[in-house]
């Protein structure tokens, strides 16, 4: 078998294809998660605190700063050494709420797999010479 044949089976399997789809929903299912974070939690943190929260401008100098910048951009555009602690609370905020929608996806697929499985199967219908054996003892018994 050629290379370009392994490759071939490879590529075509469910399983890739399943992994592919798997992995460009989930990059639209990140997007959406960061805008729910973006554009609903975050504004309702801010209300809570009474104030405009953006975790994204927090961060600590660490360097020295002769020109004592005050925004993010202008420092990180300075070269003087910040630590932005800011982004990182907000991607940390993304991965919780992610992780807590997988896991009420999977905690709902497994209700409905445990509900399926605990559903009785339909019997299955009796072979043709089952039934005809069966018509034909019934007629027997009815003759005297």
């Known amino acids: 078998m050629s290379i370009v044949q392994e490759f071939k089976d490879f590529a075509v399997k469910g399983?890739?294809?399943?992994?592919?789809?798997?992995?460009?929903?989930?990059?639209a299912f990140g997007k959406i998660i960061d805008s729910v974070v973006n554009d609903l939690i975050m504004p309702i943190i801010s209300f809570i605190v009474g104030g405009k929260i953006d975790f994204s401008k927090l961060f600590l100098v660490l360097g020295d700063n002769p020109q004592h910048l005050t925004t993010l951009d202008a420092l990180k555009k300075a070269d003087v050494a910040v630590l932005a602690y800011g982004n990182f609370?907000?991607?940390?905020?993304?991965?919780?709420?992610?992780?807590?929608?997988?896991?009420?996806?999977?905690?709902?697929?497994?209700?409905?797999?445990?509900?399926?499985?605990?559903?009785?199967?339909?019997?299955?219908?009796?072979?043709?010479?089952?039934?005809?054996?069966?018509?034909?003892?019934?007629?027997l018994r009815r003759r005297p």
């Open 15 to 27: 399983n890739m294809v399943d992994l592919a789809v798997g992995v460009i929903i989930g990059a």
């Open 89 to 139: 609370i907000t991607i940390l905020i993304n991965f919780f709420l992610l992780a807590l929608v997988v896991f009420f996806m999977v905690k709902a697929v497994n209700k409905v797999r445990k509900a399926e499985a605990a559903a009785p199967a339909p019997a299955p219908a009796p072979a043709e010479d089952v039934t005809l054996l069966r018509e034909i003892r019934d007629e």
